[in-house]
C-alpha cells in the first residue's frame, strides 16, 4: 500500500482444543518455526512464537495488509494441519474455536519478547487460565467467563 505506514505490535493467544497437553516438548520448536513461517509467508513479522503443551503465543508487528482474524484463522488452520499430517498426536488434532489478540507499543517489545520467551518457566507459577483472564483483565477487556475457551482441569499429558 503505497503511502502507508504503520507500527502495530500485538500478541496472539490460543489454546489446543479442550485444553489438552497435546503440544510435545519433543516437536514444540518445530512447531513454533513452522507458525513463525505461516506468518511471515503472510507479509507479517514474527517477532517470537513460544508457548506449552497448551497453548501458543505469537507476538506479532502486524502490517495494515491482512486482518488479524484472517492471520490468526491461517496460523490455525495451516499448523493444524502440519501436526496431523506428521502424526504427532493420536487422533486428530485441533486449536480451540477463539483466540486472544493484544496490542502493544514500540517501548513495550523487549517487555513483551521476554514474557512470551520465558512461558515455560512463568506457567511453573500461573495456569494458563489464570493468565489469559488477567490478560483479558489488564487489557479492559469485558467479558463472561462461561464463554471463553473450554477449560479442562487436571489433564493428563497425551500424545507424547
Known amino acids: 500500500m503505497a503511502g502507508t505506514y504503520s507500527q502495530l505490535y500485538v500478541q496472539v493467544v490460543f489454546a489446543v482444543k479442550g485444553r489438552e497437553n497435546l503440544i510435545s516438548k519433543q516437536w514444540q520448536i518445530e512447531l513454533h518455526k513452522y507458525i513463525s513461517g ?8 514474527a517477532i517470537i512464537v513460544n508457548g506449552v503443551a497448551d497453548h501458543i503465543h505469537c507476538f506479532i508487528g502486524l502490517k495494515p495488509s491482512m486482518s488479524i482474524s484472517d492471520l490468526v484463522r491461517d496460523i490455525k488452520n495451516n499448523s493444524s494441519k502440519f501436526i496431523n499430517e506428521k502424526g504427532w498426536v493420536k487422533g486428530k488434532f485441533q486449536w480451540q474455536e477463539g483466540y486472544g489478540v493484544f496490542s502493544y507499543a514500540h517501548s513495550q517489545i523487549d517487555q513483551v519478547y521476554n514474557y512470551v520467551l520465558n512461558q515455560e518457566e512463568h506457567h511453573k507459577k500461573k495456569s494458563f487460565k489464570e493468565e489469559y483472564v488477567d490478560f483479558l483483565n489488564k487489557f479492559g477487556i469485558e467479558h463472561k467467563p462461561e464463554f471463553l475457551f473450554e477449560w479442562v482441569e487436571n489433564i493428563t499429558p497425551s500424545g507424547f
Not at 505461516?38 to 513479522?45: A, D, E, L, Y
Open 38 to 45: 505461516i506468518i511471515s509467508s503472510k507479509g507479517q513479522k
